[in-house]
């Protein structure tokens, strides 16, 4: 089956520790981004990467870190995260090219609490 | 990217039509519009997209107006699992991002 899976679903954590949410894919996919939602503000975007070693900011970066080793991997890295930080994550994935490149997968979503 | 209006929630009946507008009057020639739904904090669908013409598939249909400043996403025969937030989002496909620029969408409300 086609899907995009993040972990862990749910996280609470203390503010400075460093944590990471995982981010797999298996369409074999180009593109992946990593979304926040918070309420009233929609869906932002923090990162993107249109293919293995390419990354790049989106409209929300501060604060997170993204690496792309592997076509179907994309993980997020909060180094130190703080309060704010507090949201619902999404991570997509895109074919390249084309008018569907805008058919995005997305996964189930990853609620983090940072107290 | 075209900026969409969308009316903050609507109604619908079960195994009623749901038709939800969606004006984005400053779109430009090479712009697709399409359409995501969320339901209940799960991760946005994408449901159909369209440029000019008329499409369907197995979800839904999209009108586009000729004239292309608005159009109108279809579900057939709603059901309460289509309950959910509809998001219309016109893009340029390609190029090096492919953000999707979400808004406030509609929510749908599909009562029994």
């Known amino acids: ?115 | 990217d075209a900026k969409t209006t969308q009316p903050p929630s609507m109604d619908c009946a079960e195994g009623r039509a749901a038709n939800l507008p969606c004006n984005h009057s400053t779109i430009s020639g090479n712009e697709y519009v399409y359409w995501y739904r969320q339901i209940h904090s799960q991760g946005p669908q994408y449901i159909i997209h369209g440029l000019k013409n008329n499409e369907t598939n197995e979800m839904a249909s999209l009108i586009i107006t000729e004239d292309r400043k608005s159009s109108t996403l279809i579900l057939p025969h709603a059901t309460l699992r289509d309950t959910a937030v509809y998001y219309c989002i016109a893009r340029t496909w390609g190029g090096s991002q492919g953000n999707l620029i979400f808004g406030k969408g509609t929510k749908l409300s599909v009562k029994p």
């Not at chain 1, 996280?11 to 995982?22: D, E, M, N, P």
């Not at chain 1, 991997?73 to 930080?85: D, K, T």
Request: aromatic share 12%; with cysteine.
């Open chain 1, 1 to 115: 089956e086609a899907q995009v899976t993040q972990n862990p679903r749910y996280l609470i954590t203390v503010t400075g520790k460093k944590l990471t949410v995982t981010c797999s894919q298996n369409m074999n996919h180009e593109y992946m981004s990593w979304y926040r939602q918070d309420p009233g503000l929609g869906l932002r975007q923090i990162y993107y990467s249109m293919n293995v070693e390419v990354t790049d900011k989106g409209d929300v970066p501060e604060g997170y870190k993204v690496s792309r080793k592997e076509k179907r991997n994309f993980p997020l890295i909060l180094e130190s995260p703080s309060p704010n930080q507090t949201s619902l994550y999404f991570c997509a994935s895109t074919p390249r090219g084309g008018a569907s490149s805008y058919e995005q997968y997305f996964g189930p979503g990853t609620r983090l609490t940072v107290t």
